[in-house]
């Protein structure tokens, strides 16, 4: 795993020694001897990681800290405090600050590069999903960004794993000031309500009586279902091989006994933001997917889609010996509904008849707005004969329905004109198919209008 690693301290002989440890573990090491330089550096997106010193003149850790965390831009950027400070209280005021870890001077090379490595791999995972959605920043990406900023990390929910009485107790106790706690004493109990719940955070510890914590946290980290719930470990101050093969394994944060109340509390609403961060991101990639195959208007699916899954839909008729039907449906003189009521009213009219088409068809049939007033059926294995039948039953159902507009003040009469087709044989398209309906559809309106008119190839 390689990583652009960005370390920052105003003494040259610091900066040198992290340097020369993170190169030779395959690290591309920027430095920078100042806040102001590497806040320049993390708003340029030049790093993934920021190895922080606390102790530095002008603008110090902290400040820094907190203006990468509160910069939509970069608050994404794990930050570790490297510090001399090791009292409880130093640690808590960087988490809220929004460090994301701590290593204490002088730093061992096993406890820097396990988390390096372990917050690079959380960053990945983020990074793609960012990717994914910095297409679509005018549906929603700069609000998760923003609201990221804004999370508090509070109200989560939080499995304690802990069979000792007197420790998932006081922790529990802690816990609950703000979230909702729930404890499993039974290890192997525990993964199965961690699938079956949306918890925030799951906490383990490691000394538990008759299992494995290190065990379980691995097969959480197996599950499709918990992959993403993040792992807070608990341990006793001298299982420091085993805090850091949790790492290794997939574990996010850790804490040593005996436990500080402040530094839980804060370590436990860095693991909730970042989770809450993580499925804005997912939702907003689901929106834009979504977006990008449904039409805005009626929430059908749009023509792009249509076209795509037509050429498959084909494909497997052909294939399989079986019928398929195309329906082109045209809203009669829908111009002059715009003209005369104005567009709003025409939209009320497309968002109604995209209700009655989403009525009239099977889970099995697709149904999409062509373009403009017109819109598509697709009608897997049916016949030109039942397809006929389901046009015609449209159409009436049209027809004798008035259309409410003007919310729900006025009301107007819709016809509408049909074409259709059928899948002829193997040497037949999507693209032939949609030309032989629209065809029909032309004869329908040249005909008269609210009619349906079959292909008759």
Request: some cysteine; glycine content about 6%.
């Amino acid at each position: 795993m390689t990583a652009r690693v960005l370390v920052v301290d105003d003494i040259p002989a610091n900066v040198k020694l992290l340097e020369a440890r993170l190169t030779a573990e395959y690290f591309d090491v920027t430095t920078a001897m100042s806040g102001p330089e590497a806040l320049e550096i993390c708003e340029r997106a030049q790093c993934d990681i920021v190895l922080l010193d606390v102790m530095m003149p002008g603008m110090d850790g902290f400040e820094v800290c907190r203006r990468l965390k509160a910069n939509p831009l970069t608050h994404h950027i794990p930050v570790v405090m490297v510090t001399a400070l090791d009292q409880p209280a130093d640690r808590v005021q960087g988490l809220e600050a929004g460090a994301d870890d701590f290593l204490t001077k002088p730093v061992s090379d096993i406890a820097l590069i396990s988390r390096v490595r372990s917050l690079v791999r959380l960053k990945m995972v983020t990074d793609e999903l960012r990717m994914r959605a910095v297409t679509s920043r005018e549906i929603g990406i700069m609000d998760a960004e923003l609201q990221a900023v804004s999370e508090t990390g509070r109200g989560g929910r939080i499995l304690l794993v802990d069979d000792r009485r007197s420790s998932y107790e006081r922790i529990a106790g802690i816990l609950t000031a703000e979230h909702t706690v729930d404890v499993e004493t039974n290890p192997q109990e525990a993964v199965f309500h961690a699938a079956e719940n949306d918890y925030d955070v799951l906490i383990v510890s490691l000394g538990l009586e008759n299992f494995d914590g290190l065990r379980l946290c691995s097969q959480v980290r197996s599950l499709d279902r918990t992959r993403g719930t993040p792992i807070l470990m608990v341990a006793e101050a001298e299982e420091g091989a085993r805090l850091l093969r949790g790492l290794e394994i997939g574990v996010n944060d850790y804490l040593v006994r005996p436990l500080d109340k402040n530094e839980l509390l804060a370590r436990v609403r860095t693991q909730i933001r970042r989770k809450r961060y993580s499925a804005r991101l997912r939702d907003n990639v689901q929106l834009s997917m979504e977006m990008a195959i449904t039409d805005a208007l009626t929430g059908l699916h749009n023509r792009r889609y249509m076209e795509t899954h037509l050429a498959t839909l084909v494909e497997q008729a052909a294939a399989r010996g079986k019928p398929l039907s195309l329906l082109i449906l045209d809203i009669d003189y829908f111009k002059s509904v715009n003209d005369t009521h104005g567009h709003d009213a025409g939209d009320d009219v497309l968002r109604e008849f995209a209700t009655r088409i989403r009525k009239s068809i099977r889970g099995i049939d697709l149904a999409c707005r062509y373009g403009g007033e017109e819109f598509v059926i697709v009608m897997p294995e049916t016949d030109m004969a039942v397809a006929a039948l389901v046009a015609e039953r449209i159409r009436r159902k049209v027809a004798s329905e008035p259309f409410r507009i003007e919310q729900g003040v006025k009301s107007l009469d819709v016809t509408i004109s049909i074409g259709l087709a059928a899948l002829a044989g193997r040497e037949d398209t999507g693209a032939t198919l949609l030309k032989r309906a629209d065809q029909a559809l032309y004869r329908a309106k040249r005909d008269g209008r609210n009619r349906v008119v079959a292909d008759a190839a």
